[in-house]
């Protein structure tokens, strides 16, 4: 019987980016919205969906070898699990996400001790005491089950809740006072699993190919042939990534160049090499870069 290892996925509102990410990786996720098993590509793997919440607790447990959550629920867990890698990408964003205190716009406080015995509503409760314990300012913290942002004036005063771009908090009138922590997705792993040669290697394979998917978002490569004589003008015009690959070619005039930029730079850059005499220009697209 070959091995396996039990990978949670985050069900919820990583789910599609996070299956996604894999897919760029060279995984193959199928969810049918039913079941809480989804298949995947590689027979190596069985896949669980998990609220990101909960991962941490199963994760540790053992109930699962790895699993992709946010690195605020595995604080809130107070449990101890391996973390294998950051991968910065979120539901909208490739960006971090952030944990903020919110009071209505209309309302008179400035600052985080402004909120002293009031209520504070949250789905990260013990993160939100201990950040206003590091501030010795006293306050009721509600657990939330949800729709957070509708809770204040009425059923508290302020809010901590999750945002990406601020536009939810904004639309239902909220102002943000501070950052209470900012958050990114990890892929975790449980102690005795990374114990384990083989699963700790093939949890490590699995980070590489997801970091090399995540590295490779917004980036191009580039490609084209160059007089020798024009190579310097040329190479000043690349905002490499790294220094930029120079070939010969059979005809001792001419080289190949390779690089990789920033896809947003293109249509600025490309016009620029016709310019300085590259030709035969071709842009191509990355699923992955490992340094």
């Known amino acids: ?7 949670g996925i985050p069900k919820g509102s990583l789910q599609d980016a996070t299956i996604a990410l894999f897919e760029r990786a060279g995984w193959r996720i199928f969810a049918n919205g039913r079941s809480y098993f989804p298949g995947i590509d590689d027979p190596e ?11 941490a607790r199963y994760v540790n447990h053992g109930a699962l070898d790895a699993g992709l959550t946010g690195n605020d629920w595995v604080t809130e867990s107070g449990l101890t699990v ?3 890698a950051s991968l910065t990408y979120s539901k909208q964003s490739r960006q971090k996400v952030r944990w ?25 409760v013990e993160a939100t005491k201990k950040y206003f314990a590091s501030k010795k300012v006293s306050v009721q913290v509600d657990f939330s089950w949800g729709a957070t942002e509708v ?3 009425v059923l508290a005063d302020a809010i901590v809740e999750v945002t990406e771009t601020g536009s939810s908090l904004r639309a239902n009138r909220l102002r943000i006072l501070e950052t209470v922590l900012e958050s990114e997705t990890q892929l975790i792993a449980n ?5 384990d040669p083989w699963k700790k290697q093939k949890i490590d394979n699995i ?3 997801l970091q090399g998917a995540i590295a490779a978002q917004g980036q191009v490569g580039l490609m084209m042939n160059v007089r020798a004589a024009d190579l310097s003008t040329v190479l000043g015009v690349l905002p490499a990534l ?3 690959t120079v070939s010969q070619l059979s005809n001792s005039e001419w080289v190949a160049v390779n690089t990789i930029l920033d896809e947003r730079s293109v249509r600025d850059v490309i016009p620029r090499l016709k310019a300085t005499g590259a030709t035969g220009i071709v842009e191509y697209p990355l699923n992955k870069i490992v340094f």
Do not use: W
């Not at 019987?1 to 990978?7: A, D, E, T, V, Y």
């Open 1 to 7: 019987m070959s091995q396996k290892i039990r990978l």
């Open 45 to 55: 793997v069985e896949c669980m969906l998990i609220r990101a919440q909960e991962m």
């Open 82 to 84: 391996e973390t294998i």
């Open 100 to 124: 903020v205190l919110a009071v209505p716009e209309d309302s008179p406080y400035q600052k985080a001790e402004d909120l002293a015995g009031k209520i504070i509503a949250t789905e990260l």
């Open 151 to 153: 809770k204040p004036p």
């Open 191 to 195: 102690t005795t699993a990374c114990r």
């Open 207 to 209: 980070a590489l190919m």
């Open 242 to 244: 790294n220094s930029p």
